[in-house]
């Protein structure tokens, strides 16, 4: 499910001379608050500042590379080079210069949804050449080759996008897909398909959409370590039913056959075979005689001499770790990993690495937290350990034997970057500052981190550090001076409190609040934010963007609060969820509700609750299960049955309905709809290809039959993404609009 939260994620780029709190106290009275409106904080320059994505240093270590957005155009994306030998910037390409402007095909517009970068133009991804000459760059569609020296060779011209592109291990060749067909060629010279057109509903090289859209496999195709071998999935989606998609938009509507695997139904067949570059000497892949799986990841050997496939079954409760002879295709289990507890799931992953020695670092919840363990010559030995979660590998210095990663040890809601070694995995070292929610990347060989910080009072900022943690270099220094885009509103900007309350079981759940400047004896309303389901954690300690403050600017105190269900706090945290969706997202989203009413400065009359895609599911759930508890409540691009929903994400949680029929109408949000009483806006794209419209027809339907007034706003032409530098501005002006026709107003 696409997880939309109203944080704005954690990107690479910005960094802060010093934090908000220690800013000059005359500042205030000498610059008066500047009104933060809705247009203004989705308008150009960001006001969190440089946003770049994509950071990279070239395989020599000389280069760092990166996508940096325009200050005139926030969602366009350059590519920029940084010598650090010279000290010098450039930009290697610029994506206006070079783009043709050429539409998109269809195929990769969906491809950069299920990639969570639809809003993003110019350059979104790149990568470099085995010798560190240059970098293969997407753009409008075609590809092309920018040299470090300045010249740009184009790769491809044509009417239909290239589709995945990748520089083969060695940098020989240059691969895409085209056609449904796995295109190959030498750098420079003419692609040919290597495999066969087999008709609409087979596909090679490309990941099945669950794949894309639920396990965070965006490719079909893998390249060997030597250039001799590649791996390309196949997969057959005619049995997948077909959903008829209407993209209404405001000039047209265009239809779609859209081959969306609905939970209980029909996926699609996968298949996995291994050819040389020219598609000589194709073998089939062993997956064994159940074809009803998922093929979660493939990686090579670090030598070329095997091919590891990870294997899950339907349930999502077993996943076996196949060990492939790519001559053969002939395979073999390696291991077995098992959901952590009875009425479990597993969760896929890419925090895993297979060493040069055979050995694997590999991520599991199995002792009911996410640690990491080694596995080597059938042994396995857990490196991390305790009550708290690894939540990312970061990279592996081989040589030296040291792990790094990021996790929660030392605070839950701020994540920081750690090291262990591998002969004394006990000792684990902090790289980061407490004072920030951190994270990091690292070059391949493990040798230089690039971090990423930020807290509530400092956007974020990034760095190159040495393994110890040492900064060595600014990325973008971005230091929230004068000339920093969000300096004319730093007059208002407002802390933030944390805390916990209890669940009905006693665990405890933590919150978030913003509240803004408040007089004695009033009382203000809530805007009360939340996304509910499994997956994001919505209450850290990290930047969050001008939009939370842009609310509390209008007399709203903003509040948050993660339930059981969300991610990073273990097993136990998760496991309620479980055939229950629906239920104790929706019971500890009222604890939180209940919280705030017995608060003296919180209008208990005035508690509205605001949702997206799963939130805007649960928004509807607490509608009907507690009439009267909220003022008002917001539901966007809300999944309102879950029969209409894909099969990977509804059945990791939920099972097959056949086979959970009772489970599915309790989580279903259509037949409590009449027992809506409270205001309810209903938000929705009209060309949405994740939470299909359907879902918002039928809850409309409902509520009409039982003659449930409700509000609603439309947007066509946008799918399950609705936002934009106007779009957004209006999506949020009509929520407050609402909010304020029905009486959910600060005080006078």
């Known amino acids: 499910m696409r997880h939309l939260t109203f ?122 050449t085995e010798d560190g000459s240059g970098v293969l760059v997407p753009l409008d569609g075609d590809l092309y080759l920018a040299r470090l020296g300045g010249e740009v060779l184009r790769l491809t011209d044509t009417e239909e996008s290239e589709l995945n592109p990748a520089l083969s291990s060695k940098g020989g060749y240059v691969s895409f897909v085209r056609d449904r067909q796995l295109w190959v060629g030498e750098v420079g010279g003419e692609a040919q398909p290597i495999t066969p057109k087999e008709g609409e509903a087979i596909r090679w090289g490309e990941a099945e959409f669950v794949a894309q859209e639920e396990m965070a496999r965006l490719t079909g195709y893998w390249w060997g370590p030597n250039d001799q071998r590649i791996a390309v999935q196949r997969f057959d989606e005619s049995m997948v039913g077909i959903v008829t998609r209407a993209a209404i938009g405001a000039t047209g509507t265009k239809v779609f056959d859209q081959r969306y695997p609905v939970a209980g139904s029909a996926n699609a067949v996968v298949e996995l075979f291994v050819m040389d570059p020219d598609g000589e000497n194709r073998v089939k892949v062993d997956l064994g005689e159940e074809t009803d799986i998922y093929l979660a990841r493939v990686d090579w050997a670090p030598d070329g001499s095997a091919l590891y496939v990870q294997r899950q079954n339907r349930e999502q409760t077993v996943l076996d770790m196949l060990k492939v002879d790519p001559v053969t295709g002939e395979s073999e289990v390696l291991f077995t990993e098992r959901a952590a507890m009875d009425d479990y799931w597993i969760n896929l992953g890419d925090d895993y690495k297979w060493l040069d020695d055979g050995s694997l670092i590999w991520w599991s919840e199995r002792d009911g937290f996410g640690h990491l363990y080694r596995y080597s010559e059938g042994n396995w030995t857990q490196l991390t350990s305790g009550e708290w979660v690894v939540t990312k590998l970061v990279g592996i210095d081989q040589q030296a034997g040291r792990v790094f990663f990021q996790g929660t040890k030392d605070d839950v809601l701020a994540q920081q970057v750690y090291s262990l070694d591998l002969a004394d995995p006990g000792t684990i070292t902090r790289l980061t500052d407490t004072d920030y929610v951190n994270s990091a990347t690292m070059d391949a060989k493990g040798q230089t981190l690039v971090v990423t910080r930020s807290n509530d009072d400092t956007p974020p900022h990034s760095y190159i550090a040495d393994q110890q943690g040492n900064r060595l270099a600014w990325i973008e220094e971005n230091a929230l001076d004068a000339d920093h885009p969000y300096a004319p509103f730093l007059a208002s900007h407002r802390p933030t409190q944390y805390g916990t309350i209890p669940a009905e079981d006693g665990t405890p759940l933590y919150w978030e609040m913003v509240t803004p400047e408040m007089e004695p004896s009033k009382r203000y309303p809530v805007y009360y934010y939340h996304y509910s389901g499994p997956g994001p954690q919505v209450v850290n300690k990290g930047w969050n963007g001008a939009l939370r403050q842009a609310i509390v600017d209008k007399g709203y105190i903003w509040f948050a609060l993660d339930n059981r269900g969300s991610a990073n706090r273990g097993v136990a945290f998760e496991q309620p969820l479980y055939r229950a969706m629906g239920g104790v997202e929706v019971r500890d989203q009222k604890t939180g509700a209940e919280f705030l009413k017995t608060l003296d400065f919180v209008d208990p009359d005035k508690i509205a609750i605001d949702g997206w895609s799963y939130g805007g599911y649960i928004t509807l759930k607490q509608l009907q299960a507690d009439p009267g508890l909220y003022a008002a409540g917001i539901s966007g691009a809300p999944v309102t049955k879950w029969e209409l929903y894909d099969t990977h994400y509804t059945e990791r949680y939920m099972g097959k309905p056949q086979e959970n029929a009772e489970a599915y109408e309790k989580a279903s949000a259509i037949p409590d709809a009449a027992k809506i009483s409270d205001p309810l806006l209903i938000i929705h794209g009209m060309a949405d290809d994740n939470v299909v419209f359907e879902n918002a027809t039928e809850v409309i339907s409902a509520m009409q039959e039982a003659n449930v007034p409700f509000e609603m706003m439309l947007y066509p032409g946008y799918t399950h993404r609705v936002s934009g530098e106007q779009i957004s501005p209006h999506r949020y002006n009509t929520v407050f609009r609402f909010l304020e026709a029905h009486g959910v107003t600060p005080p006078e």
Not at 11 to 21: I, R, Y
Not at 45 to 50: A, H, V, Y
Not at 55 to 79: A, Q
Not at 87 to 102: I, N
Request: proline fraction near 6%.
């Open 7 to 128: 944080a704005t994620a954690l990107v690479l780029g910005t960094c802060l001379a010093a934090p908000l709190a220690a800013q000059d106290p005359t500042q205030e009275t000498e610059n008066a608050p500047m009104e933060l409106t809705f247009e203004r904080v989705f308008a150009s320059p960001d006001l969190t500042g440089p946003a770049p994505r994509k950071v990279k240093l070239s395989p020599d270590g000389r280069y760092l590379t990166l996508l940096r957005n325009r200050e005139d155009d926030r969602e366009r994306y350059d590519l920029w080079a940084y010598d650090r030998e010279a000290s010098e910037w450039t930009m290697l390409v610029d994506s206006e210069a070079l783009g043709t402007g050429r539409e998109l095909s269809e195929d990769e517009k969906m491809q950069r949804e299920r990639a969570r970068v639809g809003s993003l133009k110019g350059i979104i991804d790149y990568q470099w």
